[in-house]
Nanobody, 112 residues
């Protein structure tokens, strides 16, 4: 069982990134999928949730209107489209299958 995030990197403020989370060893279609982020020394912060069928998505006010979570169950992959990035979005981003399985994280750095 594995979740592998990709797509992180360095971007200027106002820029965009698209993160991917590819699953193997299990089928994501049975799980709500979530993205979290964490800055060293701080608690992990929930970023977005998408229900198993993709019908509903949820996100906190800190990213609402800027971040969009989506999924492709046929590809066993979840995405996080991040627009209008701010320096405070800098963190390691993790995906999770309903808190059961976790990826290793991908670094996102927003800086000029």
């Amino acid at each position: 069982v594995q979740l592998v995030e990709s797509g992180g990197g360095l971007v200027q403020p106002g820029g965009s990134l698209r993160l991917s989370c590819a699953a193997s060893g299990f089928t994501i279609s049975s799980y709500d999928m979530r993205w979290y982020r964490q800055v060293p020394g701080q608690e992990r912060e929930w970023v977005a949730t998408i229900t198993a069928t993709g019908t509903n998505t949820y996100s906190p006010n800190s990213v609402k209107g800027r971040f969009t979570i989506s999924r492709d169950n046929a590809k066993n992959t979840v995405y996080l489209q991040m627009n209008s990035l701010k320096p405070e979005d800098t963190a390691v981003y993790y995906c999770s299958a309903n808190g059961v399985f976790w990826g290793q994280g991908t670094q996102v750095t927003v800086s000029s």
